[in-house]
């Protein structure tokens, strides 16, 4: 079946501007996260949604960044005026919701690299 | 808090020779244990999970984890490396009491498995 899938897979943009990531989770996957993951470093977590219940944004780091999920399928991450610094790869991650017990299933990611 | 702890940012092993990678975590309660693996220019794809009951958990492409309760260790191992092994892995945790919540992941192994 049809697995998690990002968009775009490479984008490269210039310092200041605005970039929208898309995700498209598993269907009947209920929850949905982005992760960042920098060269050479493991994963950040940056904002999770479940269901209908408010996202936990905790890991996002500035008012720069902010997400949205319509319903229970797509989710969009945007980040305005872009820093250097922001260069990383984002990944999308889905799952059923099975209490602590399911997995994450991930894309691909989207490699955003700021100029 | 929940942590998990990768000791190895590097693990060099001969094709055909055991390969351990190493884990540990801290997390209240009881833990849910996961493994995946990062392959190049590719996202994050789950090996196995422990959840209950015994320690010896298998997982795929001859994978094991050894859950340790008394070292608060989960070191991932395979009898007998493979060339194609070689990728970045992930060790995360999630308490049992925690929901659907993001996994916290380790910083990340990167294996090389040398012909």
């Known amino acids: 079946g049809a697995g998690v899938s990002q968009s775009p897979s490479n984008k490269v943009t210039e310092k200041g501007k605005d970039v929208e990531l898309r995700c498209d989770p598993i269907s009947g996957h209920t929850a949905l996260y982005w992760y960042r993951q920098r060269l050479g470093q493991g994963l950040e977590f940056l904002i999770y949604f479940q269901g209908n219940s408010a996202p936990d944004k905790s890991g996002l780091p500035s008012d720069r960044f902010s997400a949205e999920r319509t319903g229970e399928s797509v989710s969009t991450l945007t980040i305005q005026r872009t820093q250097q610094e922001d260069s990383a790869v984002y990944l999308c991650a889905s799952s059923l919701a099975q209490g602590p017990v399911g997995e994450q299933y991930f894309g691909p990611g989207t490699r955003l690299t700021v100029t | 808090a929940q942590s998990v702890a990768q000791p190895e940012d590097q693990v060099n092993v001969a094709e055909g020779n055991p390969l351990t990678v190493k884990c540990t975590y801290s997390v209240s309660g009881n833990p849910y244990l996961f493994w995946y693996v990062q392959y190049p220019n590719r996202g994050l794809q789950f090996l196995l999970k422990?959840?209950?009951?015994?320690?010896l958990v298998k997982g795929s492409y001859g994978f094991e984890a050894e859950f340790n309760k008394s070292q608060t260790s989960f070191h991932l191992k395979k009898p007998s490396a493979l060339v194609s092994d070689s990728a970045l892995y992930f060790c995360a945790v999630r308490s049992r009491n925690s929901g659907n919540t993001p996994l916290v992941f380790g910083k990340g192994t990167r294996l090389s498995v040398i012909a």
């Open positions: 422990y959840i209950t009951g015994d320690n």
